[in-house]
């Protein structure tokens, strides 16, 4: 059974910094497309960055060049270093764990149980 726990998240004013990190069990973790999303309040989730077993990313645009999503292989664990944080930053956000076989379909995958981020301005 796949487990991904996230921790790191908190309530940080505008211009800090926060990690998350997310570790994954239960899974080839070497085999998953790992990611992490956001859901504000009233808003749909959505995808913030994500990292293939390659390590090649991808961002949203309004998270580039202020975060860096990062993969240990060897603790099946991901990182997402969010830096200049605003207050739209404001989210739950949810580690996503999907196989490659799959890996356009986040919803086919796992998802943790998500950690708030609160942004004062």
């Known amino acids: 059974q796949v487990q991904l726990v996230e921790s790191g998240g908190g309530l940080v004013q505008a211009g800090g910094s926060l990690r998350l990190s997310c570790a994954a069990s239960?899974?080839?973790?070497?085999?998953?497309?790992m990611g992490w999303y956001r859901q504000a309040p009233g808003r749909e989730r959505d995808m913030v960055a994500r990292?293939?077993?390659?390590?090649?990313?991808i961002y949203a645009d309004s998270v580039k060049g202020r975060w860096t999503i990062t993969r240990d292989n060897s603790k099946s664990t991901i990182y997402l270093q969010m830096n200049d944080l605003k207050p739209e930053d404001t989210g739950v956000y949810y580690c996503?764990?999907?196989?490659?076989?799959?890996?356009?379909?986040?919803?086919?995958?796992?998802w943790g149980q998500g950690t708030q981020v609160t942004v004062s301005s």
């Open positions: 990292i293939t077993p390659g390590a090649s990313t």
């Open positions: 239960g899974m080839l973790f070497s085999d998953h497309v």
């Open positions: 996503s764990a999907v196989p490659m076989a799959v890996a356009h379909y986040p919803d086919r995958g796992s």
